[in-house]
T-cell receptor, first 116, second 119 residues
């Protein structure tokens, strides 16, 4: 149980285009989903917290207009990187917390984004 | 505020020998603590978690960790390393829900420890 999937697993795009990454909780309902970014050889950095049906809460320094987050259902959240630039290239990981769950987050396998 | 420090960025062991990955935390209240493992180009897998129950926590794949409040530590151990244990390990702290504030539910990650296992 507690499986989280991400799609796509890796994507290459041209600078200036937008890329959408999906995060799904496959066997549980996730009232809260989190989006992280991981730089090479670095730890995870929380970008934003997404609650179903409401606007995402972004961490300091994360541009909300560049990283659009939608959490329209209890099993799906999307992260759209708008007008991507090479510096947006990174490993993006989502996690989901079950409805009623307090602490445990279940992580997706990550999406490798490369912007050329 | 909470923080977590993993004392070793790299640990190298021989197959069959014990593993010790060290983690110290700082938290105003009683946090929940986790260890996650990440294999190359993969997401994070939960190894074990401490949530104010038993101080010795057993996880998957033979790993365990002991919560020591007096030392503010949560070190991860395994009696005998296997080649498949080679990965990066993250110690993570989550604030006490009773602490309130804007940090509720947010995980703070340690810097990670890369475990290498030699044949």
């Amino acid at each position: 149980g507690a499986v989280v999937s991400q799609h796509p697993s890796r994507v290459i795009c041209k600078s200036g285009t937008s890329v959408k990454i999906e995060c799904r909780s496959l066997d549980f309902q996730a009232t809260t989903m989190f989006w992280y970014r991981q730089f090479p050889k670095k730890s995870l950095m929380l970008m934003a917290t997404s609650n179903e049906g409401s606007k995402a809460t972004y961490e300091q320094g994360v541009e909300k207009d560049k990283f659009l987050i939608n959490h329209a259902s209890l099993t799906l959240s999307t992260l759209t990187v708008t007008s991507a630039h090479p510096e947006d290239s990174s490993f993006y990981i989502c996690s989901a917390r079950a409805a009623g769950g307090i602490e445990t987050q279940y992580f997706g396998p990550g999406t490798r984004l490369l912007v050329l | 505020a909470q923080s977590v420090t993993q004392l070793d960025s790299h640990v190298s062991v021989s197959e069959g020998t014990p593993v010790l990955l060290r983690c110290n935390y700082s938290s105003s209240y009683s946090p929940s603590l986790f260890w996650y493992v990440q294999h190359p180009n993969k997401g994070l897998q939960l190894l074990l978690k401490y949530t104010s129950a038993a101080t010795l926590v057993k996880g998957i794949n033979g790993f365990e960790a002991e919560f020591k409040k007096s030392e503010t530590s949560f070190h991860l151990t395994k009696p005998s390393a296997h080649m498949s244990d080679a990965a990066e390990y993250f110690c993570v702290v989550s604030p006490d829900p009773n602490a309130g504030g804007t940090s509720y539910g947010k995980l703070t990650f340690g810097q990670g420890t890369i475990l290498t296992v030699h044949p």
